[in-house]
């Protein structure tokens, strides 16, 4: 058994959406430091040119701006990728929203825009990917990783009710598509991230000490955290993982 290389990435290319900010950039990072060609997406195109170039001081790193929310962006991210490679090793669907509001106030509009992002762009994505993560399985399988969240395994106070339907169906989705994917040699695997400072955690971000002694860790997640869940998934070490959520949070879940 040669462990030397269970982790390595060299040589593989990963699209990571939502890669500008947060979880995402945490996950990028870590598959540059790796040896993974890294390709990060972002609706707003100006802070994603501006991470791609940040991180590029640490490897291989590209922008592609596209807004994922509909099909049709989807697939114009799909085209923007093949422009630059001809095949896909490592898929994170990371992108996603969120939305608060009172039950009785609840709009429409807070829930199909998150349930869209959350949960079906991943699958049409996916769907759009899967000729190209198909011909990179080769002498390795190929990965998917969706982000889901603790909120779709536990339930918190806050009134986010189609964020936490939008991440429990996340979750279920990743077995139905690791069990059909598997015969393609693609693995489809999840990380259920817990409190992590972003733009979307705000909480996490800006009352990090308050929050602390909620989780029994003592601290919230760091960029190491997850980019090792990534990476684990992502490297040979995961190929046997496949239709399982991998919660990074913790011990948030067991403590509600």
Same mark, same amino acid.
């Given at each position: ?40 997406? *972002? ?8 991470? =791609?170039?940040? +991180? $590029?001081?640490?490897?291989?790193? !590209? %922008? ?103 991440? *429990? ?8 598509? =690791?069990?059909? +994917? $598997?015969?393609?040699?693609?693995? !489809? %695997? ?67």
């Amino acid at each position: 058994m040669d462990t030397t290389q269970l982790f390595s990435l060299k040589g593989r290319t990963a699209l990571i959406t939502g890669g500008s900010r947060g979880i995402g950039r945490m996950i990028a990072e870590g598959f540059l430091a790796q040896g993974a060609r890294v390709y990060i997406s *972002a609706r707003k195109a100006a802070a994603c040119d501006q991470t =791609a170039k940040e +991180l $590029a001081a640490f490897g291989h790193c !590209v %922008s592609l701006p596209a807004d994922v929310s509909t099909v049709e962006g989807a697939h114009a991210l799909v085209a923007a990728y093949a422009k630059h490679e001809g095949s896909l090793d490592i898929l994170v669907n990371n992108a996603g929203a969120a939305w608060g509001a009172p039950y009785d106030e609840f709009p429409e509009s807070g829930w199909d825009k998150v349930v869209d992002l959350n949960l079906k762009t991943p699958f049409f994505l996916t769907q759009a990917l899967t000729p190209m993560l198909r011909k990179a399985a080769t002498d390795h399988l190929a990965k998917v990783i969706n982000i889901a969240s603790i909120d779709g395994i536990s339930v918190n106070p806050q009134e986010t009710y189609s964020y936490a339907a939008s991440k *429990a169906g996340l979750i279920q989705l990743t077995r139905r598509m =690791a069990l059909r +994917l $598997a015969q393609d040699r693609i693995a !489809v %695997s999840a990380i259920a991230p817990g409190a992590f400072a972003s733009d979307m955690n705000r909480v996490a971000r800006d009352h990090g000490d308050e929050i602390k002694g909620g989780i029994p860790a003592g601290r919230i997640g760091e960029p190491e955290d997850m980019a090792g869940a990534a990476i684990y998934l992502a490297s040979r070490a995961g190929d046997y993982v496949m239709g399982s959520t991998l919660i990074v949070d913790g011990g948030v879940t067991h403590a509600r």
